[in-house]
């Protein structure tokens, strides 16, 4: 989004999104319904993703610090490991603004002091996390109608501004975009000039001093095959190598053209040099706001085509054009972009129905490199807008996205819950022995209240035990004894084997109910994955014999690889689907049952195991394993 200040150029890339109280107005209604400042807006660990690459990924949403009645911007992050995340933006409004860090240690979010350095308002605009004791961040001030770059160093214990004297010749520096790769050589990419002589500015750290790399602006042929003269604007910038360095950005027009098209230059390690295909090619973007760089020599460059997402993908031989399907509004745009290789590739971004208002968070997934689709199962507020998304070293991919909604800031991960520490669970090579408890072990522990217990309770005389609030709205709305089965605990604290935190929960024969104050209804009741944990359990190096369900109207599910089909399709759609059973995590195959030793065709979901009856008349021709009985025996004797 672009807004100036008079004649000076005051560029603000366009994945920022700054809510003013007039904008907020409007949406205002509709959001009370989101949670508070500084609270997770809805769904969690549990909530599987619709692409991921295993069958413990899940999406969170982490609390961050409260802003009361205060603008909060968070416009990118960086991690160099689970425990080392920097987010940072401004907080306030035109005249006050300030920078903002945020830091994630592996537990939880926290606000780091950051220096104001200049005069004015003060905006960070991106971050670049190395270690724990090693982060830089960029970004720009304004104050009477001129603009000062803003240089940040992490040390570990402070962020310290860096000097700026290399840029004193340098009018108006404005920096957007940071990137590294390594501690010895870093990059910065941003804007130069006014309104009317805009121009790419790159500069260059060894960790210690920078300098000004490159700065020029030109003439090139526009879309319209008119030679006009455009400005320049450089909005991201990522390293490879000190050799394989890429900036994108736009080229805007100073006549009746406003933006004319994407900027894509790359550092071979001797000259810059311009990249972007012909216009005549139709393989452009009119904004191009981020790249990626995967292992190899390819590249990902996201942004909008004419107001839709735009993202083209080049090997190095060939450039395909994609992404302009994915829509959630009128009007929507692709803001940053992480790639762990050519196949696997997030976005993010935003819609809007109108300039600036009724803006909804936009999340895309490539599994191929060539088709991209919206993730709909992420836990987004009802409106707001996504400026980054990076990916967490040391994981097997996991990542972390950053925005902001009704003015607070936004943060979604989406991580392998199954291999998070401290609880990871049993390695597949090595089988795990359950170890039968006694009795005496049904816990006691007082469990947190719930909503709702005092005013709605049900005794099932078959277990003798009693579901209250939300738990037994839950339970009615969600299949009720076909598919949660009877109570067969009371509720208790239960320390979670996912993340090592307490939960009140309550076992029943089929699923374990998980109360989470942290989240909003209808995601404060969420279910244990028993099937995964089952699954792993008993066949820690896959079971034998499986075979795909290859009928007519099979569905094969890229996020775990596995098919689904016939009356388990069939049941899965019309029982709850993704929310109530999960992703398949294996094929068909024939199993003993341990509760009357016959042996079945089952399936094993997430949060279910399919046995098939052909016996019984449909409905009944599926029936579930009593996953929660199997847990509740083998962790507390029984019933």
């Known amino acids: 989004m672009l807004h100036t200040m008079n004649s000076t150029l005051t560029t603000r890339p366009r994945r920022t999104v700054v809510f003013s109280s007039s904008m907020l107005l409007p949406l205002f209604g509709a959001l009370l319904l989101l949670a508070p400042f500084g609270v997770p807006i809805a769904a969690s660990r549990n909530v599987p993703n619709v692409a991921a690459s295993a069958p413990c990924y899940a999406w969170s949403v982490p609390q961050v610090p409260a802003f009361p009645g205060q603008q909060v911007t968070v416009m990118s992050v960086s991690a160099s490991s689970a425990e080392d995340i920097w987010a940072v933006g401004y907080i306030g409004g035109k005249e006050d603004t300030r920078n903002l860090a945020i830091h994630w240690d592996g537990k939880a979010w926290q606000i780091v002091t950051t220096p104001n350095p200049n005069l004015g308002a003060n905006y960070l605009e991106s971050v670049v996390a190395l270690a724990p004791d090693n982060a830089w961040a960029v970004g720009d001030s304004s104050y009477e109608q001129k603009l000062n770059a803003i240089i940040l160093h992490w040390d570990g214990e402070t962020w310290t501004p860096m000097s700026l004297g290399f840029l004193e010749d340098i009018p108006n520096p404005s920096l957007y975009s940071i990137s590294a790769s390594s501690a010895t050589d870093l990059w910065a990419a941003g804007v130069m000039g006014g309104n009317r002589d805009a121009a790419s500015l790159i500069i260059h750290g060894d960790g210690a001093n920078w300098s000004v790399h490159k700065t020029g602006s030109g003439t090139r042929m526009a879309v319209d095959q008119t030679s006009i003269r455009h400005e320049n604007i450089l909005y991201?910038?990522?390293?490879?190598?000190?050799?394989?360095?890429?900036?994108?950005?736009?080229?805007?027009?100073?006549?009746?053209?406003?933006?004319?098209?994407?900027?894509?230059?790359?550092?071979?390690?001797?000259?810059?040099?311009?990249?972007?295909?012909?216009?005549?090619?139709?393989?452009?973007?009119?904004?191009?706001?981020?790249?990626?760089?995967?292992?190899?020599?390819?590249?990902?460059?996201?942004?909008?085509?004419?107001?839709?997402?735009?993202?083209?993908?080049?090997?190095?031989?060939?450039?395909?054009?994609?992404?302009?399907?994915?829509?959630?509004?009128?009007?929507?745009?692709?803001?940053?972009?992480?790639?762990?290789?050519?196949?696997?590739?997030?976005v993010v971004g935003y819609g809007e129905s109108r300039e600036g208002v009724d803006l909804r968070p936009l999340?895309?997934?490539?599994?191929?490199?060539?088709?991209?689709?919206?993730?709909?199962?992420?836990?987004?507020?009802?409106?707001?807008?996504?400026?980054?998304?990076?990916?967490?070293?040391?994981?097997?991919?996991?990542?972390?996205?950053?925005?902001?909604?009704?003015?607070?800031?936004?943060?979604?991960?989406?991580?392998?819950?199954?291999?998070?520490?401290?609880?990871?669970?049993?390695?597949?090579?090595?089988?795990?022995?359950?170890?039968?408890?006694?009795?005496?072990?049904?816990?006691?522990?007082?469990?947190?209240?719930?909503?709702?217990?005092?005013?709605?309770?049900?005794?099932?005389?078959?277990?003798?035990?009693?579901?209250?609030?939300?738990?037994?709205?839950?339970?009615?709305?969600?299949?009720?004894?076909?598919?949660?089965?009877?109570?067969?605990?009371?509720?208790?604290?239960?320390?979670?084997?996912?993340?090592?935190?307490?939960?009140?929960?309550?076992?029943?024969?089929?699923?374990?109910?998980e109360y989470h104050p942290e989240n909003q209804p209808p995601y404060n009741v969420l279910l244990s994955q028993l099937g995964t944990f089952r699954y792993r359990q008993k066949y820690p190096n896959g079971a034998p014999g499986q075979q795909p369900n290859t009928s007519t109207g099979s569905v094969l599910f890229p996020e775990t690889g596995k098919r689904v089909g016939g009356k388990f399709l069939e049941y899965w759609q019309k029982n709850g689907g993704l929310a109530q059973q999960g992703y398949p995590v294996s094929e068909e195959f024939t199993e003993k049952s341990e509760l009357d030793g016959k042996e079945y065709r089952v399936q094993y979901f997430e949060r279910a195991v399919f046995e098939l009856h052909p016996e019984n008349q449909a409905p009944y021709d599926v029936l579930l394993s009593q996953l929660g009985t199997f847990q509740y025996k083998q962790k507390y004797g029984g019933r």
Request: with cysteine.
């Open 236 to 346: 991201s910038i990522k390293a490879r190598s000190a050799k394989d360095v890429w900036a994108v950005g736009e080229q805007v027009g100073t006549s009746a053209n406003a933006r004319v098209r994407d900027v894509q230059l790359h550092w071979n390690g001797q000259n810059w040099q311009d990249e972007a295909l012909p216009a005549s090619r139709n393989l452009f973007l009119t904004e191009a706001t981020d790249v990626a760089l995967p292992p190899g020599n390819s590249r990902f460059v996201v942004g909008n085509f004419k107001e839709e997402p735009g993202i083209l993908h080049s090997n190095g031989e060939k450039t395909e054009m994609s992404g302009t399907d994915m829509r959630v509004l009128n009007s929507n745009y692709l803001t940053g972009i992480v790639a762990f290789s050519d196949t696997d590739a997030w």
């Open 363 to 513: 999340i895309g997934r490539t599994v191929d490199g060539h088709t991209w689709s919206v993730v709909g199962d992420a836990p987004l507020p009802d409106a707001g807008n996504l400026n980054d998304v990076a990916g967490i070293p040391g994981t097997a991919g996991d990542v972390v996205m950053v925005g902001s909604t009704n003015g607070a800031p936004l943060v979604i991960m989406h991580r392998d819950m199954c291999a998070a520490p401290p609880s990871t669970p049993a390695s597949p090579a090595t089988p795990v022995t359950p170890v039968a408890a006694t009795p005496s072990a049904a816990p006691t522990f007082s469990p947190t209240p719930i909503p709702g217990e005092t005013e709605s309770t049900r005794t099932f005389p078959e277990t003798g035990k009693s579901v209250k609030g939300i738990f037994l709205d839950y339970w009615d709305k969600h299949g009720g004894l076909a598919q949660q089965g009877f109570p067969i605990s009371e509720m208790f604290t239960e320390v979670s084997t996912l993340d090592s935190k307490s939960y009140t929960v309550q076992y029943f024969e089929r699923a374990v109910f």
